[in-house]
């Protein structure tokens, strides 16, 4: 009974600009909800950060993690329907994470939401964490609309998307090895920085000066446009435990500086050459790894210089929220895709062009 239901309410959502979506993110470690109008308003986005549960650690703890969205989600859910002034009764559907991200994270977010929604009677749909994150571009910037280039680039992820229509994606390219995020932390992790790495290492990259070469060769843009942080990781480690073997001061600031300079240039370089083959004239910068002021600098220096426009959403939209899971859900709805039933299972790893039909 209740599948069916939520098909015929589902099948509503097409075509309805005032749809209300309530979104619920929990891949990592951030507790989230919020609620969505039209796939573009947002009215409200309430976060819960587990940072400084996890500073001790000096990274995130899955189990910690997941206990910790269990004790938030139900106060935080309450709290998203408040800020927006809706009930229950007023959502079109429930949209969740269900991947990629930490398996008993996303457990949580997926149980809740499909016992949320199984009580209220609305619609679940299932969304794709990379997806979304490129969806927060649609609410902060409303006339934006495909086809576009978006780069993807999270502590999970570093991917070139073609985005041809608002459900069709092709990757491009993207990282053979470790992302992008995942290697700044690494690179904080080898020199002692507190966590979160990331941003600790592009402030302290303003401090030093990119004066050191870590990797020997000059690494060009790939004919694949694929992209490989493992190696300027490994010559980041290689170079510290030189300096400590030999009893040297280690210029921390230099070193982000270099290995910010060095993993940032190409990767707008190779943004840049993804802009050139599809000739569209907007590229979209998403993720985590997207509130880096340098790397949007440098991106916005090759949209000058090679005539394309680049839109990113504010930094509370590139870290991990559920008003981009709310904002992908409405789009996906358009085209009768994400509608899931309760047996709906968290997935560490998706393969991109998965879709939930």
């Not at 075509?15 to 947002?42: Q, W």
């Not at 480690?237 to 210029?251: A, F, S």
Request: charged share 20%.
């Amino acid at each position: 009974m209740y599948i069916e239901l939520a098909q015929q309410q589902f099948d509503k959502i097409k075509n309805n600009p005032d749809a209300v979506i309530l979104g619920i993110e929990s891949s990592c470690d951030e507790t989230a909800a919020a609620v969505v109008r039209g796939g573009r308003i947002m009215l409200s986005n309430v976060i819960a950060s587990q940072i400084e549960i996890h500073k001790r650690f000096g990274g995130v703890v899955p189990e910690v993690a997941s206990r910790n969205h269990t004790l938030a989600l139900p106060d935080i859910i309450d709290e998203a329907l408040k800020q927006a002034n809706v009930s229950a009764s007023d959502l079109s559907a429930v949209a969740v994470t269900y991947g990629a991200g930490l398996i008993g994270a996303l457990l949580v977010g997926v149980a809740a939401a499909k016992s949320y929604a199984y009580a209220i009677n609305k619609p679940l749909i299932a969304v794709n964490h990379i997806e979304a994150h490129v969806s927060a571009n649609y609410i902060s910037h409303p006339d934006l609309k495909p086809p576009f280039c978006a780069l993807v680039a999270s502590g999970g992820h570093t991917l070139l998307l073609n985005a041809t229509d608002y459900n069709k994606y092709a990757m491009l390219g993207g990282t053979l090895d470790d992302a992008l995020g995942e290697a700044f932390d690494k690179v904080a992790r080898v020199l002692g920085l507190p966590y979160p790495g990331g941003p600790n290492v592009e402030k302290l990259a303003h401090e030093g000066s990119a004066n050191i070469r870590l990797y020997k060769h000059p690494k060009g843009v790939r004919e694949d446009l694929s992209l490989s942080y493992s190696g300027l990781k490994t010559a980041v480690v290689n170079y510290v435990n030189t300096l400590r073997q030999k009893g040297e001061k280690i210029p921390v600031a230099d070193i982000c500086a270099s290995f910010t300079s060095e993993s940032l240039s190409l990767l707008a370089k190779t943004a840049s050459e993804a802009m050139k083959r599809t000739g569209y004239s907007r590229l979209v910068l998403a993720g985590g790894v997207a509130s880096n002021g340098d790397l949007r600098r440098l991106l916005c220096a090759e949209g000058e210089k090679n005539g394309f426009t680049v839109s990113f959403p504010p930094h509370v939209l590139c870290t991990d929220n559920a008003a981009m899971v709310a904002s992908r859900a409405y789009f996906m709805a358009q085209d009768g895709l994400g509608l899931a039933d309760l047996s709906l299972n968290a997935k560490s790893h998706i393969p991109f062009e998965e879709k939930i039909l």
